[in-house]
């Protein structure tokens, strides 16, 4: 009954109804986004490289920040763990493909659809969206340029997406699991990916409701940000903080999956408290959605508001302390050793706890008074989005690359990939606290002479970081073309679960017949 | 490879510890204070900075213990060293001690971080009232009750920006005009925006609150420190966003009464000689500093403008058309587009010299004046 | 094929299922929005039009109420209070005024949106007729006076000893007429 893939090309990858090869597109298409994001972050960085505006003008520079926030988060972090998903939760849960494979595939390819649409907002008239990612108004309503009304459409089918992609996702883990795979007993990767479906079901539709409200502003006369017509400026911050805060934990809940199943191989011990991450995950999850104006600290909510939203988020850092330290426990009297996957998830235990200490210290709003939209801020997400998620998207690749082709990467080009990006890293992002600490705002094209210092080094270690991203690429096109092949299903010494079960590559079609579980 | 790895660790942490220890402990006051937030000059930035550091503290303690045991389980646990893995997996005992302990540390840092935010938000019984607009891209001071109003716009000019002049000691938090307040007097700020959301933050004071059309924030500041703070506009608002800092001079009592007197007294003498006749020599060189601060940065420096964004004013329909209209578009601004009124900003001297500078330069000749009082006229008859 | 009769009748019934959700949004929402506000008196900034009844006026506290106003963009009218404040005891009804003119050659509508600081005291600010509850057309050149008459009610919490009231004025001659009530 199994049968490879389609003759044509053109069939192949346009019509594909493969988990497999979705995924493949969506990693691609992902890698491709984050290269062009990381352009617009080397043209960011270029002109802070000196004080005063050298390269570009600081309505392009706006544009820049804009789009490199956006395509960054909608075009390179989420579709990359979507298509991991796509790959991997199948083959983890003993399933033969995703519950709906046809909506799989348009899920993916309206993404390079709309991305076409956003980015060439850039060579129209009046440039493209130069109002940050997190859009408010009336900065992107009554102040925007023309082609902000792309900017929504591309918003609305990027939403489109997820929320199709977080179905499928929700539809396959609840009704494909192979007999015997219980819910507790599901890799984390598939736990942590089925709590951010839910999340992105719950708030992608608000996302749409503050753009549809955006678009009522711009385009028909409505107020509902505008505070002539009995509107509020305000109202837009809420309802895209309420989406924007658990966006955030779905950019990060698949990442803490992925290193939950990499840890463990690699230290050839059982993950530690198995339950108390998925509950923790949960938690996470929950507490999400009542956060969310912790990033609207400065915007004169009454002070009961204030308070709540301080005391509740500092609640989040309790169930993140508990998964760190059950990784970190899963490590202590293990075996480790130190292949590029591991590495990647170390630094992300590391960096992303980091990062989650500067979160805390953000929590607090009336230290929050001196942060907010710094580059303190920037810092802190930088930490947790790349040394956090963008690290453990890398770890994954490579963890699971080996299974996917059926070639073994170059160990020693991973590792020194791997030291290049974690130092250029520290270097781009560290100082920018210090920045922010003394008094530079975000979102700024041109700074007094106080900040040269810093912003140079940070500008030196973000070409650096880029560097290394190209290697990246050059390794994983060469595994792919040239690598060492390698069939041992299980790949890894301490690989545990059902996708180490199956061939390697795997083939086109896996577990047409469920598998038995012991 | 075992030695190699160690010695990679080793070889790699050692010199960042080693940093980071001497740095502790070299660092003078003036490398502290670049890499740390500033303790300010009032009771609120100081409780912030408090509270910053007791946080900086926790984090510390807990991250070195953290990062600690990782980096000695990642070398004591290795594989290469012969180790078997153990195979435990869970633990109920040490899961609920570590949630119970983490939220005690919380409950321990709310109490200080709840006291600080009660400063923050104390704006009761004020001193003096200030009323902060921010336009795009520039701030307005009233001093309610007073009648003294003024606009402070960034004073550095676009040549040091765009690198044709070397940058002054001051790039980037020079103003026309700082806002001025007295040591020892609660300072009351209701912070409001023009047109698109600012925020209005001067770090020493630790006051940030966000510059929303349609509604007013309010904070507050006293300090018995005089001196100069410098701040900046902390919420994206266009093109001018980092273009738009805020400077307050604190002075002592006895200076802040005669500076609000010499203020008041400026808006009765202006007053008076509102008719007065401008030459030619006096109209142009004003309306040139006039044009350089408030019209250069979107007009550009020599009326070229950017086309199809800021119109260029050489050679323009409107600068070359009937002074009437020229007025009216800086009185009125232009709906819909980022020309805004000027009627608030700009008093009829800075109006009158602008348009009269615009009409006679860059090859534009048409030879006429504009006097004060014709701007003062055209507000009042229309 | 049955098979196609049915997936055709749940064609049929979802569109007609759509079809009468949207009905449903658009005219039985708006008017249930408007019941359900009005029964729980949540709305507005700073709550309706005061309809006065019996205050007692609390003689033994006095607030000092400041007023600010401000333009918005590129509204050119001049506008200002005339006294900048009023002191006032809880419970007792006080007018003040505020000017506008109209500075410029066309006929425009202004709209003056009210705000009140500190938050705890916008509950407690009461206004029985403010010129903010109707759009202001000013013909050119023409100016006005403009009326608030308010209330402090003694509810008003004991910290708070000054309350501000700003008004900001925007242009929206360009949106026809638009009676922005503080009501909704």
Redesign the interface.
Known sequence: MAHGPSESFFSRWLFSTNHKDIGTLYLWFSFAMFLLGGAFAMVIRAELFQ????LI???FF?QMTTMHGLVMVFGAIMPAFVGLANWMIPMMIGAPDMALPRMNNLSFWILPFAFAILVSTLFM??GGP???WTF?A??ST??APDTVNYFIFGVHIMGASSIMGSINIIATVINMRAPGMTYMKMPLFVWTWVITAFLLVAVMPVLAGAVTMMLMDINF?TSFF?????G???LFQHVFWFFGHPEVYIIILPAFGVVSQIIPTF??????????MVYATASIAFLSFIVWAHHMF??????AG??YF??AT??I???T??K??NW???????????ETPMLFS?AF??LF??GG?TG??LS????D??Y???YFVVAHFHYVMVAGAVFSGTAAVYYWLPKWCGRMYDETMGKVQF?IAFIAFNITFMPQH?LG??????????????FADWNMVSSIGAFMYGGAQLLFLFNVIRTIGWGKPIDDPKVWE?AEGLEWTLPTPAPFHTFSTPPVLK | MSER?RALFLG?FSPIIFCLVAGGAVADEATWN?????KGVTE??Q??YD??MI??WI?TV??VA??G??FY??FA????KG?????????LT??IL??IV??LI?IV??VP??T??????DTENPDIDIKVTGY?WKWQYEYIGEGVKFMSELRTPQD????RAP?G?????EVTEPLVIPTNKKVRFLITGN???H?W?V?DF?????A???????AWAKTDQPGIY??????????????M?IVVEVKEEAEYDKWMAAKKEEAVIYQSTIGKEWTNAELMAKGESVYAISCAGCHQAKGEG?P??FPALFDSPIVTGPVEDHIGILINGVAGS?MQSFADQLSEVDIAAVIHYKRNSWGNEMGDTVQPIDILNYKQTQ | MENTTSHRNVLIKSLLGAAVMFMFAIFVLPPLYDLFCEITGIGG?TGDAYTATEVVVDTTREVEVQFVATN?ATMPWEFYPVEHKVVVHPGEQKEIVFYAKNLTGMDMVG?A?PNVLP??AADYFLKTECFCFNNQPLAAGDDAELAVVFIIDPDLPASVNTVTLSY?I???TD?GS?Q???L?
Not at chain 1, 226 to 230: F, I, V
Not at chain 1, 441 to 449: E, I, K, Q, V
Not at chain 2, 212 to 218: D, E, H, K, R
Not at chain 2, 230 to 243: D, I, N, Q, R, S
Request: aromatic share 12%.
């Open positions: 004080p005063g505006m050298q003008e600081p309505e706006n008239e009046g130069n109002f940050g408010y009336p900065l009554t102040y006369g505008d505070a002539a017509g009995g509020d400026p305000v230290s050839r011990k059982p993950l530690f408290g198995y339950s108390s400065t915007v004169g909510m009454p002070i204030e308070l301080m005391y500092m609640l850092a309790v169930p302390g508990v760190v330290f970190v426990t899963t490590m202590y009297k293990g075996a480790l050793t130190f170390i235990v590391i706890t980091f200490f805390m210290m607090i709003a009336a230290a008074t001196q907010h939209d710094t030291w210090f600490l003394a008094g530079m705002p975000r979102r700024y094209s041109d700074y007094g002479l106080q301490g | 790895a790699l670049s890499l740390n937030m500033p609120v930035s409780a912030a509270i910053h946080m900086i984090c807990i991250g953290v990062f045991f990782m389980v990642m646990h290795r594989k290469s180790v078997t893995p153990a195979n435990f997996h869970e633990n040490v899961e570590w949630t983490p939220a919380l840092m709310a971080a709840t600080a935010l009660l400063k923050v938000y795009q040091e920006i765009y690198g940058k000691e001051h790039y980037l938090r047109d698109v959301i925020s933050w770090p630790a006051v940030k609150r966000d929303v059309p349609g509604l007013f924030t309010a410098v701040g900046e506009c902390t919420e994206l608002c266009g093109k001018g966003h980092a273009f800092p950017i199809g964004v980022a | 900034k918005n709209q949106i938050n705890n900001t925007f242009d929206i949106r638009m922005v009530s503080q909704k």
